[in-house]
């Protein structure tokens, strides 16, 4: 082997060692980022268990936001901590006093036949007529004002009940009697009826 | 050996290169799956975050029937009877003298008083009724951080927009509401009609009554009964509460009526010219007959009377918007006058529209409606309807302030120096019909004159967190 050929292989071995040193850093860095970002990530995936463990449940009264995206309570504030649970309790039969009362489902269709098509079913007919905005919202005859709430509350037939809070509201261009109807949609026909109101 | 050596340490070190470049790939895989995870792992937590609203639901509507055990009456009429002895006590109360045989009544008072305090309030929660079933303790503990998180993006998520109304180049149809005309109105006199094409006559169910060229005059007059007659272009013949005029060609879009009937009162020179479809419709209800005009929304807003059009380009812009967004939302919602058979009316009570003569002697509205053909104004997935004032007095009005709701938070209160009155006070404007919530007309005309401002800036600066979007 020539001194050449010894010199040269000495300058390979230099560039390797170089090499290799550069190479370990990237290796052992790369490796501590890796492990970071990795411990990041699973402490994200995790963090409910971690940063809520140990503390009281936040509920939707406590959380601000969610009254804020919750429209169907209307703000109300009205938490019975101190309830006892009855866990799986049936309620009573009583059906008449709560509200409830048969909703079918009313389209586009139903409104354009003018509510024609559900004759045969007297409540079905009142109600699409209702949802549909067919019947004519007559103005308070009696010229006395409006009691409150109370005008609707006597009435015992539920949907009746809801005609009444929706005639109500739009009477006074009140969307807040709106929030006490029971039916779903027809609380929602009524809101944007009460706009059309306003906006005239 | 030294060479023997470091080729061993390279090796290890392309050992350890290769774990930790696999290491690397194993995280970005997991994260990957991790988000894919989230998203199906939101629908959940909706779940059952939704759960848990139920199950809160429930417990108020037990909070009523609590109070409505121990503070309510056993029937109406009791209730009835205590309310009457509730309102002669108070009356007694205030006036003892003049109403001392209601003295007696304290007791039954006082119980409905209770009844007003306790029961009242909580009617509202007996809806909640039919969340029973959600009456199970388990549900108490989904009322997690996490689980609200997951369900407000997965709420966001599958909201679907309001704007879904869909039509062609020119939107959806609105029916207008142009004139109404008592029974009288058309006994004695015809309502007359004529085109400049060839047009359809129709019935209520979509018969064909005939076909009659243009320049040609239909006259129809009120008969008995809800009944319309007509007769002049074609054969006479009565019909049942409604009568059509259409194109021939449903993809029309040329098509003129004149509508040559005495007695109708307009707000502009000449509004006796319509694009789309015309119809006479007899409501059982008012017993009266509207003249309506059918025709796609941005031909309607080509007619808006709202504004001359003179004004800067983007001024024109916003008012464009404004008005095509109230006719969608109209479209979508309007009950106001589906007995009379039609969505919005011309008058200013809902947006002035004067049809095709206006647009015609106003071209620059219809430039400023093409420029923003099918925009209208979004609040979040919902329609932000528009309300606007001519002025204001240098503040406009959120609508809680002015009208009680808060259900429509992008109508905050602004300042508007611009839009305000240079002499007329608060009072005084009030008096002439500007509500100031919302849109400031004179606002937003000098903001796009004076300080350049585009359309869309000045949309967002009146309406909170809006946004404009395409619809069709």
């Not at chain 2, 106001?336 to 529209?353: C, D, I, M, R």
């Not at chain 2, 002025?391 to 609508?399: A, H, K, N």
Request: charged share 35%; with cysteine; net charge positive.
């Amino acid at each position: 082997m020539s001194e050449k050929g010894v010199g040269g292989e000495g300058l390979i071995i230099q560039g390797v060692k170089k090499m290799k040193n550069v190479f370990l850093k990237v290796v052992i860095w790369g490796g501590v980022l890796i492990g970071f970002i990795y411990a990041g990530f699973y402490l994200w995936q995790h963090r409910y268990e971690y940063f809520f463990q140990g503390r009281d449940i936040p509920t939707v009264d406590q959380q601000k936001e969610a009254s804020e995206s919750d429209t169907e309570e209307g703000g109300v504030v009205d938490d019975d901590e101190g309830e006892d649970m009855d866990v799986d309790e049936e309620t009573d039969n009583v059906v008449k006093d709560d509200g409830e009362y048969f909703v079918p489902t009313i389209t586009k269709a139903d409104c354009e036949q003018e509510c024609n098509n559900r004759k045969s079913v007297a409540i079905e007919y009142n109600y699409c007529r209702e949802i549909c905005g067919l019947n004519e919202i007559k103005d308070n005859q009696s010229g006395e004002e409006d009691e409150g709430v109370e005008d609707c509350d006597d009435i015992d037939d539920n949907f009746e009940e809801d005609v009444c809070w929706k005639t109500k509201a739009i009477r006074e261009k009140n969307d807040k009697y709106c929030d006490e109807i029971y039916s779903e949609e027809l609380s929602k026909v009524c809101h944007d009826r009460v706009l059309e109101e306003i906006m005239n | 050996m030294i060479f023997l050596k470091d080729v061993n340490k390279m090796f290890l070190s392309g050992i350890l290169l290769i774990l930790a470049v696999s290491g690397g790939f194993f995280c970005l895989s997991k994260f990957a799956l991790a988000i894919e995870d989230e998203d199906k792992g939101d629908a959940v937590l909706y779940e059952k975050y939704e759960k848990y609203r139920k199950y809160e639901k429930y417990k108020k509507y037990k909070k009523y029937k609590k109070y409505k055990k121990k503070y309510g009456f056993s029937s109406s009429s009791q209730r009835r009877e205590y309310k009457q002895a509730y309102k002669n006590y108070k009356k007694y109360k205030k006036q003892p003298s003049k109403y001392r045989q209601y003295a007696g009544l304290k007791k039954k008072y006082k119980r409905y008083k209770k009844y007003r305090k306790y029961v009242r309030p909580y009617k509202k929660y007996k809806k909640y009724r039919k969340y029973r079933k959600y009456n199970k303790k388990r549900y108490a503990k989904y009322g997690t951080w996490e689980n609200k998180e997951g369900w407000l993006r997965h709420k966001n998520k599958k909201q679907q927009t309001e704007a879904d109304l869909g039509g062609g180049n020119l939107g959806p149809n609105i029916t207008v509401g142009l004139f109404r005309f008592s029974k009288d109105d058309l006994r004695g006199s015809a309502f007359r009609v004529r085109a400049n094409k060839e047009y359809l006559i129709r019935d209520i169910d979509g018969r064909e009554l005939g076909r009659v060229s243009a320049d040609t005059e239909t006259r129809v007059k009120y008969s008995k009964g809800g009944k319309l007659k007509i007769n002049g272009s074609i054969e006479e013949v009565i019909v049942d509460r409604e009568v059509r005029f259409e194109a021939i060609d449903s993809n029309e879009t040329e098509q003129i009526f004149e509508v040559v009937s005495p007695g109708i009162i307009c707000y502009s020179d000449n509004c006796n010219f319509y694009r789309g479809e015309l119809k006479l419709r007899y409501s059982p209800e008012s017993k009266k007959i509207w003249l309506i005009n059918n025709l796609p929304l941005e031909q309607y807003v080509w007619g808006m009377g709202e504004i001359t059009g003179s004004g800067d380009k983007d001024y024109n812009d916003v008012m464009t918007t404004a008005y095509r967004t109230y006719g969608y939302w109209k479209i979508k919602y309007s009950t106001k006058y589906a007995s009379e058979g039609f969505k919005v009316n011309a008058t200013p009570g809902n947006q002035l529209y004067f049809g095709y003569s206006w647009e015609d002697r106003h071209q620059r509205i219809k430039e400023a409606a093409q420029r923003t053909r099918g925009k209208i104004v979004m609040y979040e997935d919902r329609i932000a309807i528009v309300p606007y004032s001519s002025w204001t007095d240098g503040r406009t009005r959120s609508w809680k302030e002015r009208w009680g709701s808060d259900n429509y938070p992008w109508c905050q209160s602004v300042k508007d120096d611009y839009g305000k009155h240079p002499s007329k006070k608060t009072k005084q404007l009030e008096a002439e019909g500007n509500h100031m919530v919302g849109l400031s007309a004179h606002g937003a005309l000098h903001l796009a004159d004076e300080k350049d401002w585009d359309y869309e800036k000045i949309l967002k600066y009146y309406l909170k967190d809006i946004k404009i979007k395409g619809v069709y």
